[in-house]
């Protein structure tokens, strides 16, 4: 149908203006990454083999290893795609000293309120909200929906049966998810909107929600895990086939002081051995980490029992992403130039075809090779840079019909203004 075909084109320019957009910000797309994954195929394959083992009603996990530069954070990213478009919600996390791993408290609230759905995100209400409108959608099948008082009796026999299921995870919030339905069903929005903070992670929420809900305090240490898996069993009745969180940059922890930092491995231990014993089903965790994180003395390597968890086959030339690991190699120039060639692609839909007399094969080439000359060599802290300032090329021509980037690019910079503090610090170790 015209109409349909016009919107599907209209998704994906907005798609393909959202990747560039990202691209000009040196930061990882929010959608479309199946646009720009170069050299990770066999790894997409053994994560989606993974989802479907969870979504069988089993747990599994993965750690991501790789040097600064490698495409850590974009396969992660690129994974919960891959999960979103399976049917899964998905929760990225950040590890850093608002939210550490020696605190599971703090993990919980990051992943409630970073919950995301192919549809949307902050998307705690809307699965809570689909739960329950499952729940009436098979009553109304069965009852009908005439006898609005008897449909809304059975329906609240009905919540309360599958309460009482969710309650043999945590009864705070079996109690959470009551009180924020009886509020809605009433118009107290003030309370429904406390609930949904609660069941979030949040510590401070209004004194009538607690007391309507009889419950004290917050989601702590102690409760973090059972309420996670609360939630899980929420999300799969909802209708998802599970839930699949990444924690990034798990080398952060190493910065802690010793005690919070061992109490961040015990913690990781004990959520590997949780996935290990089919403890939180429905579940696929995604963890990122340095080499340091893996080998450093300030690493895994100071918990052995947590240590002889993820260790790996040494490498003989030949990946196995099958391992615990995902063993990232450097990027390199092919996959760059690949990634170059379909970015021209992504931005010829997104605003308009690339002038090919200006900007084609053998120039990017040629800028490959400069910029890489200009960061010495190391081509692995240099996509983001390239891609930034491969943009900002295509911009120009677009605007400009006079611009040159043969004659305008200089590859000659000063310094290395723009390299993080991570990627400047792997240079200066390794030049």
């Not at 084109?9 to 000009?24: C, E, H, M, T, Y």
């Not at 929760?91 to 995301?116: C, E, F, G």
């Not at 992670?201 to 609360?230: C, H, I, Q, W």
């Amino acid at each position: 149908m015209p109409g349909s075909l016009d919107n599907t084109q209209n998704d994906r320019k907005l798609q393909s203006i959202g990747i560039i957009n990202a691209l000009r910000r040196g930061t990882v797309p929010a959608d479309g990454l199946e646009r720009l994954a170069v050299g990770i195929a066999n790894e997409e394959r053994v994560i989606a083999d993974q989802l479907q083992y969870v979504a069988a009603g089993r747990s599994d996990l993965k750690f991501v290893r790789g040097d600064f530069g490698s495409g850590k954070t974009f396969l992660i990213c690129r994974a919960l795609e891959i999960a979103r478009n399976s049917g899964f919600a998905t929760a990225h996390v950040v590890i850093s000293p608002d939210t550490p791993l020696h605190k599971l408290a703090a993990l919980y609230r990051a992943i409630a309120q970073n919950l995301r759905t192919e549809t949307g995100e902050a998307a705690v209400k809307s699965i809570i909200d689909t739960w329950i409108y499952r729940i009436e959608e098979r009553l109304i099948e069965s009852v009908g929906e005439e006898d609005e008082e008897r449909l809304a009796a059975a329906a609240t026999r009905e919540i309360e049966a599958s309460l009482l299921r969710i309650s043999e995870e945590n009864s705070g919030l079996a109690a959470a998810v009551r009180t924020y339905y009886l509020a809605n069903n009433r118009g107290d929005f003030a309370i429904a909107q406390a609930a949904l903070g609660w069941i979030s992670g949040e510590e401070t929420v209004g004194r009538s929600f607690k007391s309507e809900a009889g419950l004290k305090g917050a989601v702590d240490e102690g409760s973090t895990l059972p309420f996670l898996r609360g939630l899980i069993r929420i999300i799969v009745q909802a209708g998802y086939r599970g839930l699949a969180i990444a924690f990034d940059e798990a080398e952060t922890t190493q910065s802690s002081s010793r005690p919070l930092r061992e109490k961040g491995y015990v913690n990781l231990r004990r959520i590997i051995d949780t996935v290990d014993r089919n403890e939180m089903p429905y579940s696929f965790l995604l963890f990122t980490g340095t080499p340091s994180f893996f080998e450093g003395p300030k690493g895994i390597r100071s918990l052995p029992p947590l240590y002889d968890r993820l260790q790996v086959m040494e490498d003989d030339g030949f990946a196995n992403p099958l391992q615990t690991q995902i063993v990232l190699s450097r990027f390199d120039e092919k996959r760059l130039f690949e990634v170059a060639s379909r970015v021209v692609e992504i931005y010829g839909e997104a605003y308009a075809e690339v002038d090919p007399e200006r900007v084609n094969l053998r120039f990017i080439r040629a800028m490959i090779d400069r910029i890489t000359l200009r960061f010495g060599g190391r081509i692995d802290v240099i996509p983001r840079i390239f891609l930034r300032e491969f943009v900002d090329i295509l911009d120009k021509c677009t605007l400009h019909a006079t611009y040159d980037p043969i004659e305008k690019y200089r590859f000659e910079g000063a310094g290395m203004p723009e390299l993080k503090e991570e990627e400047r610090a792997v240079m200066e170790v390794e030049w």
